[in-house]
């Protein structure tokens, strides 16, 4: 693309961001590189209406720096992500708020600037290194993320692209003048013009030099994928009306508390009923009983208020909480 043609893109492009683009969206508002990598964090996977309307001003409220964070216990943390899924993330961003006040000591933890330092922090990849610098640091350097994708294999008529590929072409095309103007737009472009299922090609900034805008859908080919369904028994160990709780271990939900999946119901047991739960991967169904215990059995009993009050659970064991209480 000619330099003079980019230029004019590019003018296309903040006219249509400075009309139509979330200028209001609160990590567009702000130059502190805390909240614009908390938002990062929360956005993968998640739209832009779960995070504003349930979990960015609450989880800012309460951990408001990166020190504060950091001194936080892991549980708090957790609570706060609770229902927010892949807690990874939370895991990771706490990891590294307490990296950073490590590496700071008897000063407040800031971010490190560069693509290097930023990627070798726990979660930050290729996309959200990139991202922290050009929103946080304005760095001249093009996100990838799928709206972003999606306008590129439209833009060059590309069905399944290598990632290479499409950061080669993200890199020709980037504004290295308004990073953080391009970069926000491109990703507006396609949340509401270069949509998935629905462009409206005539009201988009890039249309004159779309190559694929007479057949946008077929760019890029989607992957048909099936979810397989996994089966879980339940046991819910119940003393003294507080149920029995474990903090999990495995990788999967590691550092949540959850209720007991066993092998075969007790035949003591009370059946209470069935919950499911899809993830991404895959599709839970869990049949879900009640032992009354007679004596306190090993493990950590907490009453359904604590549980909701205090303990990180998952989706899924927020469920079978609701089952128990409409059942008891």
């Known amino acids: 693309m000619k330099t003079a043609q980019l230029r004019k893109i590019h003018n296309n492009i903040q006219t249509w961001y400075q009309t139509h683009g979330r200028l209001d969206l609160p990590w567009r508002t702000t ?21 504003l309307e349930r979990y960015y001003f609450p989880f800012l409220k309460r951990f408001p720096t990166l020190k504060d964070l950091a001194e936080a216990p892991l549980d708090d943390v957790l609570k706060l992500w609770e229902g927010l899924g892949y807690y990874n993330r939370a895991k990771n961003l706490h990891k590294t708020a307490q990296i950073l006040s490590q590496q700071v000591q008897g000063l407040p933890p800031v971010l490190p600037s560069t693509i290097e330092e930023l990627v070798a922090l726990p979660g930050i990849g290729k996309n959200t290194a990139r991202a922290v610098a050009a929103f946080a640091f ?32 993200a890199y020709t095309m980037i504004d290295r003048e308004n990073p953080f103007d391009y970069n926000q737009a491109m990703m507006d472009i396609g949340a509401t013009v270069c ?4 462009p409206s090609c005539e009201y988009c900034p890039l ?48 550092g949540l508390w959850g209720f007991e999946a066993v092998e075969a119901p ?13 993830y991404t991967h895959f599709k839970l169904h869990c ?16 009453s359904p208020q604590e549980i909701i009050k205090t303990l990180a659970i998952s989706k899924v064991d927020e469920k079978i909480l609701r089952l128990y209480l409409s059942c008891c």
């Open 287 to 302: 049949k879900v009983y009640l032992y009354p215990a007679l004596d306190r059995e090993e493990g950590s009993y907490f």
């Open 195 to 198: 949509t998935a299922t629905n």
């Open 31 to 51: 130059e502190d590189p805390y909240p614009i990598y908390l938002s990062e964090v929360m956005l993968q996977q998640t739209q832009v209406r779960t995070v």
């Open 207 to 254: 249309q004159e030099i779309c190559t694929g805008k007479n057949t946008p859908l077929i760019y890029p080919t989607r992957k048909k994928r099936t979810v397989p369904t996994k089966e879980q028994y339940i046991m819910l160990t119940l003393y003294n009306d507080k149920l029995a709780l474990s903090q999990r271990k495995g990788k999967f939900l590691h």
């Open 138 to 169: 304005r760095r001249p350097v093009p996100i990838m993320e799928a709206n972003v994708k999606r306008i590129l294999c439209r833009l060059h008529q590309l069905k399944t692209p290598t990632d290479k590929a499409l950061w080669e072409i």
């Open 266 to 278: 007790l035949c003591a047991a009370e059946y209470l009923g069935e919950v499911s739960h899809a």
